[in-house]
């Protein structure tokens, strides 16, 4: 390795000692009530008077000047057992992701990948819930897996390796 790509490399690591705002970022406070000359003197930008000139009032992000505020005025939607409310559940499918990684780490080279293989191994062990493999790692052996789901990439890497893929209906 170079010297200078070294050096560059050095640069671009980032961690606590080297975090700083972007520049131009920062900018200094407003240094109120310190005379007419510096434009905030007097009234201190609070302008004249008012419950916005005094000392504790309150400038709620919500406060729509006594009107009824939106997040009152918009219906109320509870909990996902009411008609009116979005379904959460009905739409969210299930799966535990299964590495390539993990699949080249723990298996031999022509073996036969099942569920029961999976969970012998320590992958896939929730019952009941579909296996999807993933393409996260290189594959380097050839294997037979067996599974609910494989990704496009998954799919491409084991049969690239020399190994088949096979899908499970449920």
Known sequence: MSPAKDETEREERIG??????????????????RGEGSGLGKTSGRGQKGAGSRAGSKDRARFEGGQMPIHMRMRKLRGPHKKTSMPFEMFRTHTQPVNLADLDERFEAGAEVTLEALRAKGLGTRRGIAVKVLAKG????????????FSAAARER?????????????
């Open 16 to 33: 606590l000692h080297n975090l700083r705002p972007a520049p131009g970022h920062r900018k200094p406070r407003k240094r109120v009530g």
């Open 138 to 149: 290189e594959i380097t052996k050839p294997l037979t897996v067996s599974a609910h789901a």
């Open 158 to 170: 084991i049969e690239a390796a020399g190994g088949t893929v096979q899908i499970i209906e449920t």
